[in-house]
């Protein structure tokens, strides 16, 4: 398919980019402990904008030190020894024909009083963000202004360093999105009240860029255009606030929605549709004559397209689809979009990041990394060399693709009659489509390599002997848990792995969902349409390992269709029509009527097999949960690690 709209020239103020694709502003931990940028940020930037993208706004800035740390590791802008950096991070961007922005940003209340080192978080009003908790300080009028002042140096420091343009933050519900909420700002002096005072803030920012970086010098503004709370600014609100904007000067406009108290609108689950927000955007766009950027939760290029077709927005945001794949725009380009890697919502990214390290992708092991883990850097010393991958799961076709690359014969053996191993089970669930079409992009990988897969075939030692390998990489995946407890073997007894299948149907039926890990709550989701399910959990909480927002979401949705959570309760034995549990805290036994049990309460390795093949043969390396029991993204990254130096 061609797409004519996103790969049409664009324009941004006067500078002019190759096509409407858009990194928007992503956190990555990947800055140096300084605020400089690292090696690895600037290689991060460099295979996005070498994959396609045409303008690439960097993370999260920072701009002041004192109290505007987002995160640790964050890209600055503070200070005149950021500057050199920063110059080679725009050449390495500028050298694929892409240009880049720099966010300039202050948390205000959206941030820990620990990233700062123990002091009081500060906003335009004391009024504690329900996420973070922490009661802000106000900041006095004096400290409004030199805080304007700093915004205004990031900007002449990013200039000076070569950088195309910037961005300020004014959305998520950040200090600058504050100031112009009337929900976070309740001030009485100049920069609080009405429309105007409330926009003073960022009126002054954008006046005092003009005047230092000249009228040329590009700025875009990215707005919440709904907070999606209640006292919280609307799209009513916001299209006042877009034209306002631009008619003191700016740019372009970056249409985003939500505050950290509305997360979910900001950074999707995979259970929210493509585009589900486009009106926000449109409305915006059909108000204001300079271009809109927008983030749509965009997955698919087809969908891009559509958005510009439909004057939905100017240029496109793909954020964590660039996560996902770096080529996302060549891959669309060149019609290569079988072999795109799509961002599958699992919110692996940030659930990483929140917890103090540098983001990580599920489906792509090499993100941060690509300084060290590159292409570039791959050995190519396979030779025509004979490898068997054993396993079609995830792990195994990642072990496959990076040991082609390398030059190996790879030969996959996957007993199924198709590829996916355990992400068969794990794309039967509402809302996983986007799995389902992991397996076809990483087969579409495979076959572009030529890698032989053999399916429906058992790989013997014997089978893999004839080979002769130069050697093995088992990625056989687990067995399901069956616990050691009475009952065990009764027919009415089941694993979420059966039942995800289809190998076993059921209907009508009371059953106890034994574990409330993520594979137990969406296999309630899956059951609880035909039946009358209830999870049982031994911890305090269930899906403690999911991103809150997709926590949040799937417990609403397993309310709603009358699935009952039992928590600090594990499971003694099974009988014909009940179990019999036993209180975590206490061990008092108590009972439930359950006429069905499914267990899913994780998966072992397969050591027996391991140990079959390194006996058998002198270099065997194992792989995802035939090795060690984890989730998808653990299964890639280890195969991808392993497979670059076997």
């Given at each position: 398919m061609k797409y004519e709209k996103l790969f049409s020239k664009g324009q941004i103020g006067n500078l002019q980019l190759k096509n409407r694709i858009v990194m928007p502003a992503m956190g990555t931990g990947f800055a140096s402990s300084t605020g400089e940028a690292s090696d690895e940020i600037i290689r991060y930037y460099e295979e996005r904008a070498k994959g396609g993208c045409g303008l690439i706004i960097t993370e999260i800035t920072r701009i002041d030190d004192e109290t505007g740390v987002?995160?640790?590791n964050q890209l600055s802008v503070t200070s005149g020894r950021h500057i050199q950096r920063l110059v080679r991070l725009a050449d390495a961007i500028h050298r694929h024909d892409a240009k880049v922005f720099v966010?300039?940003?202050h948390p205000g209340r959206e941030t820990y009083g620990r990233l700062l080192d123990g002091k009081q978080i500060v906003a335009p009003s004391p009024i504690a963000c329900k996420v973070i908790g922490e009661v802000p300080r106000e900041l006095t009028t004096a400290e409004c202004e030199a805080m304007v002042k700093k915004f205004v140096k990031g900007a002449v420091i990013a200039k000076t360093a070569g950088i195309d343009g910037v961005e300020i933050h004014a959305a998520h519900g950040y200090l600058v999105n504050q100031f112009i909420s009337p929900y976070t700002n309740k001030r009485t002096d100049k920069y609080g009240g009405d429309f105007f005072n409330r926009m003073r803030f960022v009126t002054e920012i954008i006046q005092g860029i003009r005047f230092a970086c000249g009228p040329k010098f590009p700025i875009s503004v990215r707005i919440s255009a709904d907070e999606f709370i209640e006292g919280g600014l609307t799209l009513k609100d916001?299209?006042?606030i877009a034209r306002y904007l631009e008619s003191i000067g700016i740019d372009a406009i970056n249409v985003s929605c939500g505050t950290y108290e509305s997360g979910y609108t900001i950074i999707e689950p995979?259970?929210?549709?493509?585009?589900?927000k486009k009106d926000l955007a449109k409305t915006i766009k059909a108000n204001v004559k300079i271009p809109v950027i927008a983030v749509n939760n965009i997955k698919?290029?087809?969908v891009a397209e559509a958005l510009l077709e439909e004057r939905v927005c100017d240029f496109v945001g793909i954020g964590r689809g660039h996560l996902a794949d770096p080529e996302w725009g060549n891959k669309a380009k060149y019609g290569k979009e079988d072999q795109l890697r799509k961002c599958i919502g699992c919110m692996n990214c940030?659930?990483?990041?929140?917890?103090g390290r540098p983001i990580e992708c599920t489906v792509n092991p090499l993100i941060g990394r690509e300084e060290f883990l590159g292409d570039d850097k791959l050995i190519r010393n396979g030779n025509g060399r004979a490898v068997a991958v054993i396993g079609g799961g995830p792990g195994g076709m990642q072990a496959a693709y990076v040991l082609a690359k390398r030059g190996y014969k790879v030969v996959l053996f996957e007993k199924e009659a198709s590829l996916g191993g355990t992400l068969n089970i794990a794309d039967k669930p509402p809302y996983k489509k986007l799995i389902?079409?992991?397996i076809e992009t990483m087969a579409a990988q495979l076959k572009a390599l030529d890698v032989e897969v053999r399916l429906k075939t058992e790989a013997t030692i014997e089978t893999i002997k004839k080979l002769n390998p130069y050697g093995v990489i088992l990625a056989v995946g687990g067995k399901p848990i069956i616990p050691n407890l009475p009952g065990m073997d009764r027919p009415n007894v089941h694993t979420a792995e059966d039942v995800l299948s289809g190998k076993i149907v059921l209907k009508d039926r009371n059953i106890a969902i034994i574990g409330g890990g993520v594979t137990g709550l969406e296999t309630a989701e899956v059951l609880a349409k035909d039946n009358k399910v209830a999870v049982i959990e031994m911890m305090n909480e269930v899906g403690a390992s999911l991103y809150p927002s997709v926590?949040?979401?799937?417990?609403?949705?397993?309310?709603e269709a009358g699935v009952e959570i039992v928590t600090g309760h594990s499971l003694d034995s099974i009988k014909e029509e009940e179990i019999v549990m036993r209180v975590t805290t206490t061990a008092f036994e108590t009972s439930r009527k359950a006429d069905t049990v499914v267990l899913a309460i994780g998966v072992k390795a397969r050591k027996e097999i391991v140990d079959e093949f390194e006996e058998a043969f002198d270099k065997v390396t194992s792989v995802g949960d035939a090795c060690k029991p984890g989730l998808i993204g653990d299964a890639i990254k280890e195969a991808n690690d392993k497979a670059f130096v076997f």
């Amino acid at each position: 398919m061609k797409y004519e709209k996103l790969f049409s020239k664009g324009q941004i103020g006067n500078l002019q980019l190759k096509n409407r694709i858009v990194m928007p502003a992503m956190g990555t931990g990947f800055a140096s402990s300084t605020g400089e940028a690292s090696d690895e940020i600037i290689r991060y930037y460099e295979e996005r904008a070498k994959g396609g993208c045409g303008l690439i706004i960097t993370e999260i800035t920072r701009i002041d030190d004192e109290t505007g740390v987002g995160m640790s590791n964050q890209l600055s802008v503070t200070s005149g020894r950021h500057i050199q950096r920063l110059v080679r991070l725009a050449d390495a961007i500028h050298r694929h024909d892409a240009k880049v922005f720099v966010q300039l940003h202050h948390p205000g209340r959206e941030t820990y009083g620990r990233l700062l080192d123990g002091k009081q978080i500060v906003a335009p009003s004391p009024i504690a963000c329900k996420v973070i908790g922490e009661v802000p300080r106000e900041l006095t009028t004096a400290e409004c202004e030199a805080m304007v002042k700093k915004f205004v140096k990031g900007a002449v420091i990013a200039k000076t360093a070569g950088i195309d343009g910037v961005e300020i933050h004014a959305a998520h519900g950040y200090l600058v999105n504050q100031f112009i909420s009337p929900y976070t700002n309740k001030r009485t002096d100049k920069y609080g009240g009405d429309f105007f005072n409330r926009m003073r803030f960022v009126t002054e920012i954008i006046q005092g860029i003009r005047f230092a970086c000249g009228p040329k010098f590009p700025i875009s503004v990215r707005i919440s255009a709904d907070e999606f709370i209640e006292g919280g600014l609307t799209l009513k609100d916001t299209v006042k606030i877009a034209r306002y904007l631009e008619s003191i000067g700016i740019d372009a406009i970056n249409v985003s929605c939500g505050t950290y108290e509305s997360g979910y609108t900001i950074i999707e689950p995979a259970c929210m549709p493509e585009g589900w927000k486009k009106d926000l955007a449109k409305t915006i766009k059909a108000n204001v004559k300079i271009p809109v950027i927008a983030v749509n939760n965009i997955k698919h290029p087809e969908v891009a397209e559509a958005l510009l077709e439909e004057r939905v927005c100017d240029f496109v945001g793909i954020g964590r689809g660039h996560l996902a794949d770096p080529e996302w725009g060549n891959k669309a380009k060149y019609g290569k979009e079988d072999q795109l890697r799509k961002c599958i919502g699992c919110m692996n990214c940030f659930k990483i990041a929140n917890a103090g390290r540098p983001i990580e992708c599920t489906v792509n092991p090499l993100i941060g990394r690509e300084e060290f883990l590159g292409d570039d850097k791959l050995i190519r010393n396979g030779n025509g060399r004979a490898v068997a991958v054993i396993g079609g799961g995830p792990g195994g076709m990642q072990a496959a693709y990076v040991l082609a690359k390398r030059g190996y014969k790879v030969v996959l053996f996957e007993k199924e009659a198709s590829l996916g191993g355990t992400l068969n089970i794990a794309d039967k669930p509402p809302y996983k489509k986007l799995i389902t079409e992991l397996i076809e992009t990483m087969a579409a990988q495979l076959k572009a390599l030529d890698v032989e897969v053999r399916l429906k075939t058992e790989a013997t030692i014997e089978t893999i002997k004839k080979l002769n390998p130069y050697g093995v990489i088992l990625a056989v995946g687990g067995k399901p848990i069956i616990p050691n407890l009475p009952g065990m073997d009764r027919p009415n007894v089941h694993t979420a792995e059966d039942v995800l299948s289809g190998k076993i149907v059921l209907k009508d039926r009371n059953i106890a969902i034994i574990g409330g890990g993520v594979t137990g709550l969406e296999t309630a989701e899956v059951l609880a349409k035909d039946n009358k399910v209830a999870v049982i959990e031994m911890m305090n909480e269930v899906g403690a390992s999911l991103y809150p927002s997709v926590r949040a979401l799937l417990l609403k949705r397993l309310n709603e269709a009358g699935v009952e959570i039992v928590t600090g309760h594990s499971l003694d034995s099974i009988k014909e029509e009940e179990i019999v549990m036993r209180v975590t805290t206490t061990a008092f036994e108590t009972s439930r009527k359950a006429d069905t049990v499914v267990l899913a309460i994780g998966v072992k390795a397969r050591k027996e097999i391991v140990d079959e093949f390194e006996e058998a043969f002198d270099k065997v390396t194992s792989v995802g949960d035939a090795c060690k029991p984890g989730l998808i993204g653990d299964a890639i990254k280890e195969a991808n690690d392993k497979a670059f130096v076997f």
